[in-house]
């Protein structure tokens, strides 16, 4: 049923604006007459215009839903179900009170669709641009067993722990990418507008300047000339590395390269790893059976070398094998998650144990992101020195040179 965009006038005329579920125009006006609203203009939401011809699930270009706001709808589902609210009921709720307008669209069309009689997983499926495989599974296991309040409330949890590990993430870096930016732009300026003012003098000298200066000198004209080409070559790099990565081959070469770089590949398997158990021990928790569950952990890791084991895993464990032997012959799974892995399959508590990996390793990602964070600072700290250094040794030189051959 098409969705439409509205602005109104209330009894007491005040301006109103939201969104109506009708067949037609004119339905959508007598819907709104009958609520005591007074139209002033509708027209059909800009997704339904946007979705001709589409899967509905499509956002446009220029929308944009946070996941902050999927986790807030999720909670407030979760508790609306959980006070014994009916499903379209608390889907309408949702809709009066969500502020984001491409959510509020999304919501409208779930609740139509659950109203035409479709499983809130299915009208979920719908939109996969809003909802992830692993939101719409853990939904389809809500319904099944009949704890869909429940589920969503584990979702939420989710969804937040999964987002505040992506702010820690953030935070730690923009101080460094910050610096770095601020120092490459001092540098710049320095050496394509001050440098050529002090060793104007030096190129009016009949003397051999020595190897840095004349480096410094050619380094400077050439910035100043031909800055521009740096940033085309920049752009066409990050061009044909995006390129190389699609290909199959440079997909494997560059998740490789990410696992066993030598200061951040570890923080990269940690964060893999503490998603991996987190995910999977939510989805058990939920209901999902173990191999859906690793299927769609498979397509959550990011990176194809993990995902290759996990294949494995599968296979292995459809054979009879349990987890934790089929993932201990992987070098991305070390001896003490597999070990832990194994407790829970021996104790039947594979879900809380994943959940205890989960937490280890995302505190050991924090300790990791904060040593790396640190080391960073002196590095750059040591090469912005450095480079000054060598500015202004690069100067003093012919200096030093004159001064000598006067005394």
């Known amino acids: 049923m098409p969705v439409y965009e509205y602005r109104a006038l209330n009894k007491k005329g005040k301006n109103l604006k939201g969104i109506v579920d009708a067949e037609s125009e004119s339905q959508a006006r007598s819907k709104l007459r009958s609520s005591g609203k007074y139209p002033v203009s509708i027209q059909m939401s800009r997704s339904r215009f946007a979705l001709a011809g589409k899967k509905s699930g499509t956002i446009g270009l220029f929308e944009h839903v946070r996941s902050e706001e999927i986790n807030v709808m999720t909670r407030q589902l979760a508790t609306l179900l959980g006070a014994g609210i009916p499903l379209i009921q608390s889907l309408t709720s949702l809709v009066d009170q969500t502020g984001n307008s491409s959510l509020k669209r999304g919501i409208a069309q779930i609740k139509e669709s659950v109203n035409e009689g479709n499983t809130l997983t299915q009208a979920l499926a719908e939109h996969p641009k809003l909802f992830s495989s692993i939101y719409v599974n ?101 061009f044909g590395a995006r390129l190389f990565v699609q290909k199959s081959y440079g997909r494997h070469f560059w998740d490789l390269a990410k696992l066993k770089s030598p200061v951040i590949g570890n923080v990269i398997q940690k964060v893999i790893l503490a998603r991996f158990a987190s995910t999977l021990g939510s989805l058990l928790g939920s209901g999902v059976g173990l191999i859906t569950a690793m299927r769609i ?68 990602v924090e300790t990791s992101i904060a040593g790396m964070t640190s080391l960073i600072e002196p590095i750059m700290i040591v090469a912005m020195g450095a480079a000054v250094g060598f500015v202004v040794l690069s100067i003093l030189l012919p200096i030093f040179e004159m001064n000598q051959m006067i005394g």
Not at 153 to 165: I, M, P
Not at 181 to 201: C, E, K, R, S
Not at 321 to 345: C, H, R, T, Y
């Open 138 to 238: 853990m939904v389809r296991a809500g319904e099944a067993s009949g704890s869909l309040d429940v589920v969503l409330e584990k979702l939420a949890d989710f969804g937040e722990k999964q987002e505040a590990l992506r702010g820690r993430l953030r935070a730690a870096l923009i101080y460094p990418v910050f610096m770095g930016f601020i120092g490459t732009a001092i540098l710049f300026i320095l050496i394509t507008y001050i440098v050529p003012n002090i060793t104007q003098v030096f190129n009016e000298m009949d003397k051999v300047l020595p190897l840095p200066t004349l480096f410094l000198i050619s380094l400077s004209d050439f910035l100043k000339g031909y800055w521009w080409s740096l940033i085309v070559a920049g752009c066409l790099i990050v």
């Open 297 to 364: 952990v498979r397509t959550l890791v990011n990176n194809v070398h993990v995902s290759e084991v996990i294949d494995e895993a599968m296979v292995q464990i459809q054979k009879g094998k349990n987890m934790a032997d089929s993932l201990s012959s992987s070098v991305w799974f070390p001896p003490m998650f597999v070990q832990m892995i194994a407790v829970g399959e021996q104790s039947g508590s594979l879900e809380g144990m994943l959940k205890k990996v989960a937490q280890a390793y995302e505190r050991e």
